[in-house]
């Protein structure tokens, strides 16, 4: 008698496809909740907090503009700022680019391109 065995599919199987998302991950501690609240109001913006981060995870294009964040925090405009913000990033995911006033995360290169000076015309 013959038994035939099959293995279920991987749930963490690779998948190269596109999934047109970015976000990042925030230590769980008090600048970071703030950071998280003010992003979750976002349409394109879904939070989980998890006991040591909240993951933070957009659709598409998300950005962190420093001054919504200070005020949140109740500072002046200029106390929240990149240093501030990678310090309470763990890690992200996409294409982030960094301005005077804000950090943008988008999903897809092409995206990134007019911050980074790509020309994406073919020649």
Do not use: W
Request: aromatic share 8%; glycine share 6%; with cysteine.
């Amino acid at each position: 008698m013959s038994t035939t065995f099959t293995t279920a599919e991987s749930p963490f199987k690779s998948d190269n496809t596109a999934s047109n998302r970015c976000g990042f991950t925030l230590m769980n501690n008090q600048v970071g909740e703030v950071v998280a609240e003010v992003m979750g109001q976002l349409d394109n913006v879904t939070l989980t907090p998890l006991p040591s981060m909240i993951r933070v995870d957009a659709v598409g294009k998300m950005e962190v503009v420093y001054d919504e964040i200070s005020e949140a925090l109740g500072e002046e405009p200029g106390y929240f700022d990149q240093a501030e913000f990678e310090e309470n990033m763990s890690t992200h995911y996409g294409r982030m680019i960094h301005t005077d006033d804000r950090t943008i995360l988008v999903a897809n290169p092409e995206d990134a391109a007019e911050y980074l000076g790509f020309d994406l015309t073919a020649v």
